[in-house]
């Protein structure tokens, strides 16, 4: 039988920490890595983090937008590069963010997580705004095919403060907040003992208790944790954070490691993995 997602990530977790690499090849990036901004550029840029990420952490987030942005070409560079991650024995989050009807959200789920698909990734961001219930189609893949899904219910960004701290009317969670409902939701999908393998997306600049979440509430599932360096958040905030949580929570790192450059990076992740681990500790 496929082992689990959830598994595979605590195994990770355990051997390599929680730093999650973002491969996020923005435009001014690319500038400074001095690579061009074309769909060339963004396939040695993502090569190039897998081959620092490698033997040095143990999962990256390869930001599809910044691929996609470059067509069909971009798609066939991120095609190689999530290859190459998988082949490094890397686990890798495909941050598509998709979201729609299930029937609909279920073709995209079997892009991103078909054993064998050039997409292949081992899990992917989704969006619950349709209701979780409307991701049950990726989630079932999930479960079944041993990958995993990550949706968003707490995110950084200060915008989606008023629609997730919104108290719904009805159902189970009737008077919750939002991002309570959908962690409550995707909480209920993981059945089994140890880590699940569907998880929420919970922004490390935001405080649990102002979108009427507890930390306990995240025990169990694997929390993907953006915010830190260019959005403001501090590793040291981890534990005050996420208190019992921060063990299955992933530390994700995009702008703040890659603006070290294509020379720097390696140095820049060894030395985010010893800081990240020294504030666990
Ligand atoms: O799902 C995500 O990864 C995500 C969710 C969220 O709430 N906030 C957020 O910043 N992200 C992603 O995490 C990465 C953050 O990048 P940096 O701000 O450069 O560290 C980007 O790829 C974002 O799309």
């Avoid at 977790?13 to 990036?29: E, Q």
């Avoid at 292949?120 to 969006?127: I, L």
């Avoid at 403001?232 to 534990?239: H, I, Q, S, Y």
């Avoid at 790192?253 to 140095?267: E, I, N, W």
Wanted: aromatic share 4%; charged share 20%; net charge negative.
């Amino acid at each position: 039988m496929t082992p689990g997602f959830g598994a595979r990530l605590q195994s990770v977790l355990d051997a390599r920490g929680p730093v999650c690499a973002g491969i996020d090849p923005h435009r001014s990036l690319l500038s400074d890595w001095g690579l061009p901004d074309t769909a060339a550029g963004v396939r040695e840029f993502g090569l190039r983090v897998v081959e620092a990420a490698t033997g040095r952490i143990g999962v990256v987030k390869p930001q599809v937008s910044f691929f996609e942005r470059h067509g069909s070409r971009g798609f066939a560079a991120l095609e190689e590069v999530l290859a190459a991650a998988r082949s490094a024995g890397l686990l890798v989050v495909a941050d598509c963010k998709r979201g729609d009807i299930g029937s609909t959200l279920d073709a995209y789920a079997e892009a991103w997580l078909t054993e064998g698909g050039p997409l292949e990734a081992d899990a992917m961001t989704a969006v619950a705004y349709q209701g979780v219930g409307s991701l049950d189609p990726a989630i079932t893949r999930a479960l079944t095919g041993g990958k995993g899904v990550f949706v968003l219910a707490a995110t950084s960004n200060p915008e989606a403060r008023d629609v997730q701290t919104a108290r719904t009317i009805e159902g189970p969670r009737a008077g919750r907040s939002v991002a309570a409902g959908i962690v409550g939701e995707v909480r209920s999908r993981n059945t089994g003992e140890g880590l699940g393998s569907i998880g929420v997306v919970v922004g490390a600049t935001i405080r649990l208790v102002d979108y009427g979440l507890t930390q306990e509430e995240l025990v169990g599932m694997p929390v993907l944790a953006p915010g830190f360096g260019h959005q403001g958040a501090k590793f040291a905030d981890l534990p005050a954070r996420y208190g019992p949580a921060a063990a299955s929570t992933l530390v994700n790192v995009s702008r703040s490691v890659l603006s070290a450059g294509p020379d720097g990076l390696a140095a820049a992740l060894d030395a985010t993995r010893k800081e990240v681990a020294e504030c666990l500790a």
